[in-house]
């Protein structure tokens, strides 16, 4: 299966996050519309521009300009000190609304992960995915990011790097050659400055050039790493998304429809999909809900979500099911015309902490064998390849697609 790669890169991270911060203290200024800073100590020698806004930059200044250098370039600049604790805080909650796409996030530092969204995309395409979580970031948590959509980490993050702030680009195998190749060599992802110049040394200008040279030259010269840069200016990388599996405080999902849908019984065979994905993560990670969020967007962008509380913290398909349903009809009137729907769980507590005996009912040990037995083939034979037939009822029966062993 191809994967599914998206870059995540918070746009100017530490003095957006500080203007995000100061507006939530009150300030009635944003400082990324104003030549603003964040550096260190004005009054030493070694204090230098962290971060700067898009108009200090109109004013010639540079990271890693001294805060003299900048003062000059700008007397009237703003300077803001860092604050990691603040940085932090913002980047945790980066990560938590990510968690809600995908349990494989790499954090490739403080202000930019991976996602691998292979087994998470519903049907739903990973561009759609990236314009989602953008949206999501920029109203829910007040900042901007650069999102590379790509089947590899390397094409991620090269896409990531393109036009900033706030876009979205898409780097495939067959955009190679006009996305990446006319680019000057030294934008390569992981291409050391040393070996710049003696790659201009051997006429290779950009990473089109580079991708056209012959590999075992590269390799006599610079050894492995030259099989490496050969490989990268091919949009060849096969690495995987390491992640460190942690255990969410809210698990969801939702999905980008690629028709408007008017008629209930074909969201309500959406919602279940949606619905068996997260309760498949939750058990996962033994974990049970008591809280169901359902959510709606309409073909004119307008959101609505409700929620409500089940009657036992449960990991349960069927019972999570009935509950976003019941919501769904709560929120449903027709002629809707639904482009998005989504389901989320909240309050989640490890299973252990809730007594064995709320277990005890026959049709709960009924359900959870059924959910065991639903997850053991998805793991065996592969997420998409094991679906539930109709819709949960009392006849709930497997129907098995296209299994190969």
Known sequence: ????????????????????????????????????????????????????????????????????????????????????????????????????????????????????????????????????????????????????VAHNKLLAKMASDFTKPDRIHTLYKEEIPTKMWPLPVSELFMLGKRTVPKLYNMQIKTIGDLAKMDKKLLEKKFGKHGIMMWEYANGIDNSEVHYKEEKPKCVGNSITLPENIVELEKLEEILLALTEQVTFRLRKYNLLAKTVNVQLRTKYFEDTSHQGKLTISTSSTKEIYEKAKTLLHQMYHKPMEIRLLGVRVDNLVEKEEIQLSLFNDKRNEKQEKLDKVVDELKNKYGYNKITRAGKMNAGNLLKLKDIKK
């Open 1 to 148: 299966m191809e994967k599914q790669i998206l870059h995540i890169d918070v746009n100017n991270a530490f003095l957006s996050w500080s203007a995000v911060e100061m507006l939530k203290q009150g300030s009635q200024i944003d400082i990324r519309e104003i030549p603003a800073i964040i550096g260190g100590d004005e009054t030493k020698r070694s204090g230098i521009v962290l971060a700067k806004s898009m108009k200090a930059k109109e004013c010639g200044i540079r990271t890693a300009d001294t805060i003299y250098q900048a003062r000059k370039k700008c007397p009237n600049i703003k300077i803001f000190s860092s604050n990691f604790q603040i940085y932090r805080k913002y980047s945790n909650e980066l990560y938590k609304l990510l968690l809600q796409y995908t349990d494989k996030i790499e954090k490739f530092s403080i202000d930019e992960c991976f996602l691998d969204m292979t087994e998470y995309l519903m049907k739903d395409t990973l561009l759609n995915k990236a314009k989602e979580i953008s949206k999501r970031v920029k109203e829910e948590l007040g900042f901007t990011v650069n999102i590379g």
